[in-house]
């Protein structure tokens, strides 16, 4: 009996050795290290990078080039792992992102414009990846304002005043694939974009219901192009390129 006793407290310890003590959980073992594979890099403050993309303009026939402009992105947040993914949202900040375009007003009319597109809050880059195979998706989501001035109809200037923008704010969530896309490399994200009426269009008279005729609709195809991030801490990708836009 107590051979039989010793053989089986061996067993027991022999299991025991092989399997080791019980885990903490994967989410305090490897959410630091899988937030480095996700953001490839091991900057923990800033990260900065130029976005730069095309807005169409459904009922112009066209699309208006955004930007570049450049975004700011705290790296000092945790990642998250659960349901086998690890999940992170950086939130950061983004600079005005201005530019001039050329449509056809009722498809024969030059008309030019700058447009100018403003955040009114934070810009959240939300990303996820499964854990096995590091595929993933990210939203990157800002709640921006659009100001229209210095317009020309046919060559004659087009006085909208100061204030011609946007009567509500637009939301602008656009989305990309991990990978291609990377905090660390950029890359493409897309979506579509509904455009409010517009207001405080002109000076000598309301011009809102014109720019509102032209621009607003909705279902209007965006893609921004994020370019490599710049951590200024250890100076890696430094100084940000402007990325170049795709349609």
């Not at 996700?38 to 080039?65: I, P, R």
């Not at 005729?213 to 490599?228: A, D, E, F, V």
Request: with cysteine; net charge negative; glycine share 10%.
């Amino acid at each position: 009996m107590l051979f039989r006793f010793a053989a089986l407290l061996g067993v027991l310890l022999l299991v025991a050795g092989l399997t080791g003590p019980a885990s903490a959980g994967p989410e305090k073992a490897t959410a630091a290290t899988l937030k480095q594979r996700l953001l490839g890099t091991t900057e923990e403050e800033l990260g900065l990078a130029y976005v730069m993309g095309y807005s169409n303009v459904n009922k112009q026939h066209g699309a208006a080039l955004l930007g570049p402009g450049l975004m700011t992105l705290d790296m000092s947040v945790p990642a998250e792992v659960h349901d086998d993914r690890i999940w992170i949202t950086l939130p950061g900040k983004m600079e005005p992102m201005r530019s001039t375009a050329t449509f056809l007003n009722f498809g024969f009319v030059p008309v030019t414009a700058t447009m100018e597109v403003t955040p009114t809050g934070p810009v959240n880059v939300s990303a996820w990846a499964w854990i096995e195979t590091f595929k993933g998706e990210v939203t990157a989501k800002a709640s921006v304002d659009v100001r229209i001035f210095d317009a020309s109809v046919n060559g004659q200037p087009l006085d909208l005043g100061p204030h011609c923008h946007t009567a509500t704010p637009v939301d602008l969530t656009v989305k990309g694939e991990f990978p291609p896309w990377t905090v660390n490399d950029g890359g493409p994200l897309s979506g579509y974009v509904d455009y409010p009426p517009f207001t405080g269009c002109g000076v000598t008279e309301d011009l809102s219901p014109l720019l509102t005729y032209s621009i607003t609709g909705k279902g209007n195809y965006t893609k921004l192009t994020q370019g490599r991030l710049c951590t200024p801490a250890n100076g890696f990708g430094c100084p940000p390129l402007v990325p170049k836009p795709e349609k």
